[in-house]
T-cell receptor
Framework: GAVVSQHPSWVICKSGTSVKIECRSL??????MFWYRQFPKQSLMLMAT?????????EQGVEKDKFLINHASLTLSTLTVTSAHPEDSSFYIC????????????FGPGTRLTVT | QQQVKQSPQSLIVQKGGISIINCAYE??????FPWYQQFPGKGPALLIA?????SEKKEGRFTISFNKSAKQFSLHIMDSQPGDSATYFC???????????FGTGTRLTIIP
C-alpha cells in the first residue's frame, strides 16, 4: 500500500515553455501532498505544501508564480513550472501524507526536468 | 530554525558488517523520526520510523535507536549487503505542522 506515482518520469523542454508534472496517490486519499526539489548529490528541499481544495503554501524563496501548484482532488496534485529556464533543471519529487494524524509521507519516483 | 544534522556524509562498509548513520535534531516536533532510502534516479522510500515513546525499533536488519536526552537518533543496518548501497536520509518534523526537514544524506557503499 501507500503508492505514489509521478508523470512524466523525465521531460526535456525549451527555455521559456511551461511543464506540468502530475503526482497521484494510487491507493489512499491524500489531503496533503508536498513538492520537493533535489539537486545532484544534495538533500531534498521542500518547495511547497499542497492541500486539497485550498491554495498551496510555499517555502521561503520559492516563487509561487513560477511554480504553480494545483491539488484538485484527494489523489492528484500538479506542479507547473512556468517559463522554465535552464536553472530550473532539477529532480522534482512529490510526496503524499497519510490522512489524519498519521505522519508518514510516501514519495513518488520523481521527475527529471531538463530545460535547454 | 529547525536543523537536522546527519553524519557521516559518506560511509564504506564491508559486506556483513554494521552500518551506522547518525542524526541530531534541534527545534523539532517531538513525535516522529523517519529514515528514507534513496537509490540513484529514484524517489526516497520510507525505510523505518520511530516515535519517541520507545528508545529502539527494529525491522529486519534495520534498527532505529533514539536518545531523547541527547536529541539524537541513529540507523543501524546489520549484516550489510551490497543491495543496501544507497543514500540514506533522516528527517524530523517541524514544530506545529506536517512538514519534514531532511538531513543532508549519507552515501552508503557496501563492498564485497
Amino acid at each position: 500500500g501507500a503508492v505514489v506515482s509521478q508523470h512524466p518520469s523525465w521531460v526535456i523542454c525549451k527555455s521559456g515553455t511551461s511543464v506540468k508534472i502530475e503526482c497521484r496517490s494510487l491507493d489512499f486519499q491524500a489531503t496533503t501532498m508536498f513538492w520537493y526539489r533535489q539537486f545532484p548529490k544534495q538533500s531534498l528541499m521542500l518547495m511547497a505544501t499542497s492541500n486539497e481544495g485550498s491554495k498551496a503554501t510555499y517555502e521561503q524563496g520559492v516563487e509561487k508564480d513560477k511554480f504553480l501548484i494545483n491539488h484538485a482532488s484527494l489523489t492528484l496534485s500538479t506542479l507547473t513550472v512556468t517559463s522554465a529556464h535552464p536553472e530550473d533543471s532539477s529532480f522534482y519529487i512529490c510526496s503524499a501524507k497519510l490522512p489524519g494524524l498519521l505522519r508518514e509521507q510516501y514519495f513518488g519516483p520523481g521527475t527529471r526536468l531538463t530545460v535547454t | 530554525q529547525q536543523q537536522v544534522k546527519q553524519s557521516p556524509q559518506s560511509l564504506i562498509v564491508q559486506k556483513g558488517g554494521i552500518s551506522i548513520i547518525n542524526c541530531a535534531y534541534e527545534n523539532t516536533a517531538f513525535d516522529y523520526f523517519p529514515w528514507y532510502q534513496q537509490f540513484p534516479g529514484k524517489g526516497p522510500a520510507l525505510l523505518i520510523a520511530i516515535r519517541p515513546d520507545v528508545s529502539e525499533k527494529k525491522e529486519g536488519r534495520f534498527t532505529i535507536s533514539f536518545n531523547k536526552s541527547a536529541k539524537q537518533f541513529s540507523l543501524h543496518i546489520m549484516d550489510s549487503q551490497p543491495g543496501d548501497s544507497a543514500t540514506y536520509f533522516c528527517a524530523a518534523p517541524r514544530p506545529g505542522n506536517e512538514k519534514l526537514t531532511f538531513g543532508t544524506g549519507t552515501r552508503l557503499t557496501i563492498i564485497p
